[in-house]
């Protein structure tokens, strides 16, 4: 099945669709999840440039992120857009396991420390209020009201997609919250009978014991 938005990748098509699925695999997350922020972000243009903070990529890597990365915002724009992949790859990897939704990864890719919160958590942190990320994102804080909470940045993140894609997001959502909701159950299950296996020891020895 071909990931969303791929008619939008005209160079190295092949390539790049494969590392999508391998990165995403290695993650942990579905591949139409990275396409979706990629789309958000840059409409999968790695030539993409933000001309007013010199964002620059698939995923609009700020300078001082792709200094943290190694690289250069000035070497992201002489890269392949299958070459950038490795940095998206590089990014995202500490947050593996806390990727759980469309949302979320878009989440890591914003502002990570929102993973997980409640929906009115407010995007700040000490060295940025909270009126200045949204003086500075209008696009996400459209009733500007001077802040941006969870609730508010999830509504920009599933704003311009289409019914069908909305749907495929959703859908692999709800699979792979299912997929965890049943690992934690089986590990659940799996310590339940090791906790029964040793009291069960525990009895016998104690039986043996009382029979000397």
Excluded at 38 to 59: C, D, F, P, Q, Y
Excluded at 168 to 188: A, C, E, Y
Aim: glycine share 6%.
């Amino acid at each position: 099945m071909d990931l969303i938005f791929s008619h939008l990748v005209t160079q190295n098509r092949d390539a790049f669709f494969a590392k999508v699925r391998s990165i995403s695999n290695q993650l942990g997350v579905d591949p139409n999840w990275l396409m979706a922020v990629m789309w958000k972000e840059s409409r999968i243009n790695h030539r993409a440039v933000n001309t007013i903070s010199n964002a620059t990529g698939l995923i609009q890597f700020m300078p001082a992120t792709a200094r943290g990365l190694g690289t250069t915002t000035a070497a992201l724009l002489n890269m392949s857009n299958v070459q950038q992949l490795d940095l998206v790859h590089a990014y995202f990897r500490p947050y593996r396991g806390r990727m759980r939704s469309y949302v979320e990864m878009y989440q890591a890719c914003f502002f990570p420390i929102s993973i997980g919160k409640p929906d009115d958590w407010v995007f700040q942190s000490s060295t940025l209020s909270a009126q200045l990320i949204a003086r500075q994102n209008p696009g996400i804080d459209q009733n500007a009201n001077g802040v941006i909470t969870v609730a508010t940045f999830t509504r920009y993140a599933l704003r311009g997609f289409s019914a069908d894609v909305l749907q495929v997001l959703t859908n692999q959502t709800n699979q792979i919250k299912t997929k965890l909701s049943m690992n934690k159950t089986l590990k659940t299950i799996t310590i339940v009978c090791i906790a029964l296996g040793v009291i069960s020891g525990l009895l016998m020895l104690y039986v043996q014991l009382k029979k000397k």
